[in-house]
């Protein structure tokens, strides 16, 4: 099932162009698919990732944009990093605050 983004105008839900997102995402990661912003995450194995957005690939399956200037590994991932939703242990929206 897919969970699908609805805006408010005044006492109407308008539903808009935004990406639907599986329901198997975590609130905060669902956030980053429709609402580019600073947020993290951190997997099973403890390697944590700053990220700007996310990319729905399937309800299994999203693609993060990392964030280049918090990277201290060797790799870049310039076109994303594709993650498996069971493998993130948390997901955080403005981890460094608003």
């Not at 990220?51 to 399956?61: G, T």
Request: hydrophobic share 40%; net charge negative; glycine share 4%.
């Amino acid at each position: 099932m897919l969970r699908r983004s609805l805006e408010r105008k005044g006492n109407m839900e308008l539903e808009s162009n935004l990406t639907e997102v599986p329901d198997t995402y975590p609130p905060a990661l669902a956030k980053a698919v429709n609402d580019p912003f600073d947020y993290a995450l951190m997997l099973t194995n403890g390697l944590m990732y700053e990220f700007s957005d996310a990319v729905v690939i399937d309800k299994d399956w999203v693609r993060i944009h990392t964030k280049q200037e918090t990277m201290t590994r060797r790799f870049c991932f310039d076109r994303g990093l594709e993650i498996q939703i069971k493998n993130i242990m948390w997901v955080a929206d403005a981890p460094h605050g608003s």
